[in-house]
């Protein structure tokens, strides 16, 4: 916690997002979630929930559970990452309603080349909900 009270002291315009990295023992662990995030939410400009992966910080295409980040959906600056693509977007969108989102690996054809064909359908679908739930 400290390095992210001196960064913006450091640089008070940077806006900092603090990711945190949430395992399938969600449920058990939901606890220390809410302790986590409780403790960052002053601090860092926005919340990020990212899958866990014991050997990797993001970009694993791993699902996180929807249910569990429901409970955060209010925060301010939410924002939602973790196995997004085309086929499950438009059901984040409706049931988290997140500030913003962070997607990557689910949209390549392979490791670091986005696949213009996935891109383009996740942004379509990404805007439909967007669009519904303008409605």
Do not use: C, W
């Not at 694993?60 to 409970?71: C, H, R, V």
């Amino acid at each position: 916690m400290d390095h992210i009270k001196r960064l913006k002291e450091m640089v008070p315009d940077v806006k900092v997002i603090k990711a945190i990295r949430i395992g399938n023992d969600a449920g058990i662990q939901s606890k220390k979630i809410k302790k986590t995030v409780n403790e960052f939410r002053n601090l860092a400009d926005h919340i990020l929930m990212d899958s866990f992966h014991p050997s990797k910080y993001g970009g694993t295409g791993k699902t996180l559970d929807l249910d569990t980040t429901k409970s955060f959906s209010s925060m301010p600056g939410f924002i939602l990452s973790g196995g997004l693509d085309h086929l499950n977007i438009r059901e984040a969108i409706r049931s988290i309603r997140p500030f913003g989102i962070d997607v990557s690996s689910r949209l390549e054809s392979s490791p670091g080349k986005k696949d213009h064909r996935l891109v383009k359908g996740f942004i379509e679908a990404a805007r439909a909900a967007v669009e519904e739930e303008a409605v």
